[in-house]
T-cell receptor
Framework: NAGVTQTPKFRVLKTGQSMTLLCAQD?????MYWYRQDPGMGLRLIHY???????AKGEVPDGYNVSRLKKQNFLLGLESAAPSQTSVYFC??????????????FGPGTRLTVL | KQEVTQIPAALSVPEGENLVLNCSFT??????LQWFRQDPGKGLTSLLLIQSSQREQTSGRLNASLDKSSGRSTLYIAASQPGDSATYLCAVSRDYKLSFGAGTTVTVRA
């Protein structure tokens, strides 16, 4: 049981390049999330998905797109990378228990640098 | 918009001392409050979850309290150890989405 995995772990891009970050979970969770973490700031929600085939915008969605074609995978895309997107990206999933007890399980993160 | 604040941003204590970490939030309409631990270069690990109707939760040396009406939570770590050195983040939950504080980075000196 690997939990939540993220690919790749590190990446360096040039401004204007595109890339896709892959998140996979083997816990059969309904909900999946993408966050970014910047120095001195808490994690901020980029996009999330409440089930296969659905996506929704979070707090900071501009410049990112997502897809959830399979329940276990959640992809985050950057179409034209900008230096402001240099960050650590975390994926998470949750079972969708009662909202009072539901918690999220996090992947190890992807460190992205845009030059 | 929910704002979550953690004070202090960093804390250094000698081994054996008790740790007190604070979290405040602006909107009391939450389902739960969670404390996470983050080690350098790693993801987040859930430590404690306090439901909105609860006042506190305990797990081993960790105890977290919640005062929803005043928008505050405190995480106590008893008899700190060097292995407790990490960043601790609090997050409040509403509609299955979390709002995070920036974290408190703790160093426990041997």
């Amino acid at each position: 049981n690997a939990g939540v995995t993220q690919t790749p772990k590190f990446r360096v891009l040039k401004t204007g390049q595109s890339m896709t970050l892959l998140c996979a979970q083997d816990m059969n969770h309904e909900y999946m999330y993408w966050y970014r973490q910047d120095p001195g700031m808490g994690l901020r929600l980029i996009h999330y998905s409440v089930g296969e085939g659905t996506t929704a915008k979070g707090e900071v969605p501009d410049g990112y797109n997502v897809s959830r074609l399979k329940k276990q995978n959640f992809l985050l895309g950057l179409e034209s990378a900008a230096p402001s997107q240099t960050s650590v990206y975390f994926c998470a999933s949750s079972k969708q228990d009662s909202p009072f007890t539901d918690t999220q399980y996090f992947g190890p993160g992807t460190r992205l640098t845009v030059l | 918009k929910q704002e979550v604040t953690q004070i202090p941003a960093a804390l250094s204590v000698p081994e054996g001392e008790n740790l007190v970490l604070n979290c405040s939030f602006t909107d009391s309409a939450i389902y739960n409050l969670q404390w996470f631990r983050q080690d350098p270069g790693k993801g987040l690990t859930s430590l404690l979850l306090i439901q909105s109707s609860q006042r506190e939760q305990t797990s081993g040396r960790l105890n977290a309290s919640l005062d929803k009406s005043s928008g505050r939570s405190t995480l106590y770590i008893a008899a700190s150890q060097p292995g407790d050195s990490a960043t601790y983040l609090c997050a409040v939950s509403r509609d299955y989405k979390l709002s995070f504080g920036a974290g408190t980075t703790v160093t426990v000196r041997a």
